[in-house]
């Protein structure tokens, strides 16, 4: 396994940290232990960004993330600073991993029974099984060298791909076509392809816009497993921010950023609550809020068409239900699929509207944790994709709560309606005015092959000195644990620029 680069030159560093999502809170730890004075400011009353919780009687809701993958990347991560993760929060492996509701009457479960799994591929197609293994086989391949030179190497400039090093470790990596085309030579049945496929929902493509490489997320689900953490994703946040203050950071919260100015050792941030001087700013706030809502005009690094021009992750529907009695038989992870999906991708990334035949997920973390609703009762989120920038009203909202709430009883046999005792709503608007989410997007940019490595908005600004970035937008991109490998790199980034 790599190492983390020297730190040393950030010692002694006073350095703010705009935002408290994965990326910003990564980023203070390895900032604190190198020695830096870190302050981190966040603009909600909570920590941990798009991972936010909702209570309300009794009921306790992962607002973001709810799937806790690459468990590898937390033991790395809380090792670096000699912890574990157990220190923090104990883990439970699901079984299932989740289950799929197909819109036909088929129903499949995942399980960490890797054989079983095999014998289901088998059933729906001769030969699959065999197959399957093959695919599992090119997808670790793909994680381990992935993972260790393109992941948790920063390759962000031209510069970082011209040498034998990545020549050799990127031979026979799947880095050409697409995720379709890629699944496509290993199954032909389509609810095959949807199995190996649904994961791209998490790094916010669609079959055809995401490169063949993340094939290795075949890899994390079948091979490393799925996790539910104490407490929630939200667990693991309070973990992260209990680590960091033993580091040193110092958390401020309900304090939105107004205004970044300066330069490389003499930087004012301007908050509602008052100005912080600082070194260095990193900031973990939406890319492009930060640069055309915080930067003065002449040290912005993209125009707003380049904004406008880029290809977003979903936004979502969400809904947030405490239910009377139980949801059997919903799995705590649960995936509702139509048999045909293209028109659901079609309608977040090319002809934008609200899906009239949706793919859908539900959690349901009752199943595995008594503590999040009262005895009795459940606690279900439903999460449907829709396009970011999507017109978001009131009446457009209710209307399509009915339609959802149709669906999941048409598809899986669960009637919510009259059980239903705590609801709340949450859609692109949302995203937008809590977390200053670029057209409402619920994860960032899409990976799509035009916005994988180099093409993603750099860690260190190219206009303003001592200015750097973290999270979802900039490397390696998208989701709870990438997030925590961009903290390790913009730190890296920071080191490099400063020992200079």
Known sequence: MNSVSDLSALDGASVVVVGGGFGGLSTAC?????????????????????????????????????????PDVFERFFGYFDRTPSDYYGLTRLDPHYRIFFKDGDQVDMVPDLQENRETFEAYEPGAGEKFDEYLRKSKRNYQIGMEHFVYEDRSRLRDFLDLDVAKNAWGLSLIGSMQDHVEKYFSHPKLQQIMQ????????????????YNLMSHVDFNLGVYYPDNGLGGVVDGIVEMAEELGVDFHTGTPVEEIRGRSGAFVVRTANG????????????????????????????????????????????????VEGDVDPLAHHTLVLPTEWDEHFEKIFDDPAWPDDPAYYLCVPSETDDSVAPAGHSNLFVLVPVAAGLEDTPALRREYRELVLDDIAANTGVDLRDRIVVEESFCVSDFAARYNATKGTALGLAHTL??????????????????FFTGSFTQPGIGVPMCLISGQLTAERMAETIGE
């Open 198 to 213: 649904y994961t791209l929902v998490f790094l916010g493509g669609s079959p055809k816009n995401t490169p063949a490489l």
């Open 450 to 467: 035009r916005q994988t490595a180099i093409f993603r908005p750099p860690n260190a600004s190219q206009k303003m000195d001592g200015l």
């Open 275 to 322: 100005e912080f001087l600082a070194d260095y700013v990193v900031s973990d706030a939406d890319y492009a809020h930060t640069e055309r809502e915080l930067l003065p005009p002449e040290k912005r690094q993209y125009s707003d068409a380049y904004w406008e021009s880029r290809t977003y992750a979903p936004s979502a529907f969400l809904l947030y239900l405490g």
């Open 30 to 70: 390895y900032l604190a232990d190198a020695g830096a004075e870190v302050t981190l400011l966040e603009k909600n009353d909570q920590l941990g960004g798009r991972a936010s919780r909702l209570e309300r009687d009794g009921f306790r809701f992962d607002m973001g993330p709810s799937w806790y993958l690459m």
